[in-house]
T-cell receptor
Framework: EAQVTQNPRYLITVTGKKLTVTCSQNMNHEYMSWYRQDPGLGLRQIYYSMNVEVTDKGDVPEGYKVSRKEKRNFPLILESPSPNQTSLYFC??????????FGSGTRLTVV | AQKVTQAQTEISVVEKEDVTLDCVYETRDTTYYLFWYKQPPSGELVFLIRRNSFDEQNEISGRYSWNFQKSTSSFNFTITASQVVDSAVYFCAFFSYNFNKFYFGSGTKLNVKP
């Protein structure tokens, strides 16, 4: 089954403790992206990748890192999480720059 | 500037009523795509439709229909004979070829009461 898999679905962590949210797709897509969703703001792009080793900042990249060492994986790294990074995160992938398939989301709480 | 506006924050209807969700976008692009996504209470994003800027034909899929009007920069979504299962947050989105990125509206929460 074609899908984008994010883990974990839920995560509660403490301020400053490094964490990684994994994202994997099995569709051989070139394009992958991370978004965060906050009430009243819709989805905002954090980072995106057009292929292996090619990444670029989105609208809200501060406090986040990504890497694309393999085509299928695009992890999101929070080196020192802060409470303002409490949000619902989505990974997405596509064979084109548009028409993304989204993962199921990761609800992150930073206390 | 690229922008998507969903002015309706929340709508409540009674089952079987028709409901229209509004979406207005701003762009100077000539080539772009418009999308609607559904986010049920479980939280995942479900793709509903994609239209490109050159195709202004309205589309109907079961109880769902979409009205794309380039002249008013609108891409409205109508649910006919709404059902409780339609209760969700609906997002309109715009993809810009010039900037190679998505712009999402803030979402409209639809409550369908039995």
């Amino acid at each position: 089954e074609a899908q984008v898999t994010q883990n974990p679905r839920y995560l509660i962590t403490v301020t400053g403790k490094k964490l990684t949210v994994t994202c994997s797709q099995n569709m051989n897509h070139e394009y992958m992206s991370w978004y965060r969703q906050d009430p009243g703001l819709g989805l905002r792009q954090i980072y995106y990748s057009m292929n292996v080793e090619v990444t670029d900042k989105g609208d809200v990249p501060e406090g986040y890192k990504v890497s694309r060492k393999e085509k299928r994986n695009f992890p999101l790294i929070l080196e020192s999480p802060s409470p303002n990074q409490t949000s619902l995160y989505f990974c997405a992938s596509s064979s084109t720059p548009y028409g993304y398939t989204f993962g199921s989301g990761t609800r992150l709480t930073v206390v | 500037a690229q922008k998507v506006t969903q002015a309706q924050t929340e709508i409540s209807v009674v089952e079987k009523e028709d409901v229209t969700l509004d979406c207005v976008y701003e762009t100077r692009d000539t080539t772009y795509y418009l999308f609607w996504y559904k986010q049920p209470p479980s939280g995942e994003l479900v793709f509903l439709i994609r239209r490109n800027s050159f195709d202004e034909q309205n589309e109907i899929s079961g109880r769902y229909s979409w009205n794309f009007q380039k002249s008013t920069s609108s891409f409205n979504f109508t649910i006919t004979a709404s059902q409780v299962v339609d209760s969700a947050v609906y997002f309109c989105a715009f993809f810009s070829y010039n900037f190679n990125k998505f712009y999402f509206g803030s979402g409209t929460k639809l409550n369908v009461k039995p």
